[in-house]
Structures are given as C-alpha cells and as structure tokens.
C-alpha cells in the first residue's frame, strides 16, 4: 500500500513537472504563432504598372507585382524584392525567401523577400515594340535629374520633336495624358515617343 501511495505521488510530481515544461516552453516543438519562412517561385512581368500611392489618391509607376508560378497569387511589387532589379521590357523567374513579419502592417507587405536566385530572364520586348499608358499628371510621375528623365524609377530617352520638358512641367496639373513609350534596348531601353 506504502508503495502504491509513492508510486501516484512520484507520478503527479511527475506529470506536474513535465506539464510546467510545456506551458512554459509554449508547444514541444519550439514553435510559436508566426508563419514560417518559404522559399517561392515567383513570375515578373515586362512591362511596368501603374500602382495607387497609399494613403493618398496620387499614383505612381510601380516595377510590375510579382505572381507565386504555382498558384497565380500577387506576392509584392517586384522593386520590394531584395537585391533584384526589374529591367524594362524583361519577365523573370525568381527564386526568392520570404520572411513574415511579427506584426501585420495596415495596408502594407506582410514579409520581407529576398532574391535567392534568378531562375530564368526573356527579353519580351522587341526593338520597336510600343508601350502605352494612360497616366494622371499627380506628381509623381516623371522627373528630370541631372539632365536624364524618368518615368516612376525607370530612365527613358526623348524621341525627335517630343517635348519631354513640358511634360515633367506639366506634372503635378492633375490633369491626364496618354504616352506612349518606344523599346529601343540598350542601356536606356525606352525612348518617349509620343505623349498628349
């Protein structure tokens, strides 16, 4: 009987011990609430996009989102990719980690993610190959520095009687122009080659 009595007490300090682990480690596992660490396939388009600046109604151009191969999602606009650089008239596939953040942001990127590896580049753009866009002149479109201009981060040349001063000017009129962009490769792949 003496034994029996020892035996249930070594047991419940036992059992009180190893559930003291537990709670105060949170699972077994070492795990906690956060989601892990992937590794994604990602897709990039060639062409640029034009992206709303939060919170207020201006726009911007933004380097095209980058879509998981595998299901389609839209993951994060490829410039919020570390170390990774969308060119002009480029698609890629990437691989790339992401890291989830502790916290979720309002209205912002829920990780962090970095290029691991470019898994695949085509040139889709041909040299004459003509990219349209209809644009709000907010102010923060184009912009002139040191004597090169660009449109959102991307450089561009200006084409013969195009009068690209005026259209930086005009920026910030709120009003709307259609541009359109000519592939022409090289170092600055674009050249502006009409605008209304």
Request: charged letters at 25%; one cysteine or more; proline letters at 5%.
């Amino acid at each position: 009987m003496e034994i029996s009595i020892n035996f249930r007490r070594c047991a419940l300090l036992g059992a009180a011990f190893f559930s003291s682990l537990l709670v105060g480690c949170g699972d077994i596992t070492g795990g906690d609430d956060r989601p892990e660490r992937q590794i994604l396939i990602l897709t990039v388009s060639d062409k640029p996009e034009l992206c709303p600046l939060q919170p207020s109604d201006r726009s911007t151009i933004c380097s095209p989102s980058a879509y998981e191969k595998d299901s389609g999602q839209n993951r994060v606009y490829s410039n919020s990719i570390s170390g990774f650089t969308h060119e002009f008239g480029v698609a890629y596939e990437l691989r790339v980690r992401r890291d989830p953040y502790e916290d979720d942001i309002a209205d912002g990127p829920d990780a962090d993610y970095t290029l691991l590896e470019t898994l695949n580049t085509t040139q889709v753009a041909q040299s004459g190959d003509i990219y349209e866009y209809d644009i709000p002149l907010d102010g923060s479109m184009f912009s002139v520095e040191d004597g090169n201009y660009f449109f959102g981060r991307y450089q561009f040349n200006c084409g013969e009687g195009v009068d690209c001063q005026q259209l930086v000017d005009m920026d910030g009129s709120r009003g709307l122009v259609t541009i359109e962009f000519t592939y022409v490769g090289g170092e600055v792949p674009i050249t502006l080659t009409y605008w209304n």
